[in-house]
């Protein structure tokens, strides 16, 4: 499988700041997939990233919110937007080549305060 | 809307023994079963995966058995070790290029 790279592993933000995770895969990927993880708690897909294109948002997340680019088939940055505790979560970045194998980075552990 | 159940929430088991972790989907159109280990502080990794076009997939101590009628799926962990001590996530998808779908997680702990 590909390897992932996320950006920064971890960050403690001020509410009411953006703060902008990078996603970069070592290969070319066909999907590339946002989620979010509370500690202890299962994965919610945000968005899919589409390359070159607006990113497909889930229920409940909007791009106001969540600002997602994906600039190459190698690349994808989440923006998390005026912060509020609330938001304070692990966010994963997840990456997909071929038909099934879908592989995640180690992730972003973001605490709002 | 939960579209894959998962249990046990934990499990302990004594090393040697069989971990078995059960998973119900709701969604018929769903075609591909990963099972993904998770370490604390690490994402997500995929350990072992089935099609609904067999019944049982092994790869060395781990065993999928998937029940297409019942539209269940287990994963059992034979000869548990504590270093297979971690959050296994059940999940399903659709169609190949599709968002994944996770259960809700079970925190397995191997003790000597």
């Known amino acids: 499988s590909a390897v992932i790279s996320q950006k920064p592993s971890r960050d403690i933000c001020q509410r009411g700041t953006s703060l902008t995770i990078q996603c970069q895969v070592d290969?070319?990927?066909?999907?590339m997939f946002w989620y979010r993880q509370q500690p202890g708690q299962s994965l919610t897909l945000i968005a899919t990233?589409?390359?070159?294109?607006?990113?497909?948002?889930e229920s409940g997340f909007v791009i106001d919110k969540f600002p997602i680019s994906r600039p190459n088939l190698t690349f994808s940055t989440l923006t998390v937007s005026n912060m509020s505790p609330e938001d304070s979560s692990i966010y994963l970045c997840s990456a997909q080549r071929g038909l099934t194998e879908a592989f995640f980075g180690q992730g972003t552990r973001l605490t709002v305060v | 809307q939960q579209q894959v159940k998962q249990s046990p929430q934990s499990l302990i088991v004594q090393k040697g023994g069989i971990s078995i972790i059960n998973c119900a989907y709701e969604n018929t159109a769903f075609d591909y079963f990963p099972w993904y280990q998770q370490f604390p502080g690490k994402g997500p990794a995929l350990l072992i995966a089935i099609r609904p076009d067999v019944s049982e997939k092994k790869e060395g101590r781990f065993t999928i058995s998937f029940n297409k009628s019942a539209k269940q799926f287990s994963l059992h962990i034979m000869d548990s070790q504590p270093g297979d001590s971690a959050t296994y996530f059940c999940a399903a998808s659709s169609g190949g290029y599709q968002k994944v779908t996770f259960g809700t997680g079970t925190k397995l702990q191997v003790i000597p």
């Open positions: 990233a589409n390359q070159g294109s607006e990113a497909t948002y």
């Open positions: 290969s070319q990927v066909t999907m």
